[in-house]
């Protein structure tokens, strides 16, 4: 569990500096990180991450997708962990 929690965290932190960066290129009209990496990065473990850097740098917060389809995976996330934790962990 504890390889699982530094696992996410690593991500989150990457999560977060990409949208971080790609508000930066952004407002400086450059290159972007393309929706389908961040999303990315949200579903192997980065989601809260990415949430908080939503919040952080106000990016991506007028994207439906992004408003609803990061919390949605971030409760995906949470239930698979818990089953993991329940049916396997749980002793």
């Not at 971080?20 to 407002?27: I, N, P, T």
């Not at 192997?44 to 917060?61: A, D, I, P, W």
């Amino acid at each position: 569990m504890q390889y699982l929690i530094a696992y996410m965290l690593v991500l989150g932190f990457i999560a977060f500096s990409v949208c971080g960066f790609d508000k930066l290129m952004a407002v400086k009209g450059k290159r972007r990180v393309p929706e389908k990496r961040l999303f990315a990065l949200a579903a192997l473990g980065g989601s809260l991450g990415l949430l908080l850097g939503m919040r952080v740098f106000r990016h991506k917060t007028r994207h439906k997708s992004f408003t609803v389809g990061v919390p949605l995976i971030i409760a995906l996330q949470a239930a698979a962990v818990f089953a993991v934790w329940y049916f396997f962990l749980k002793g």
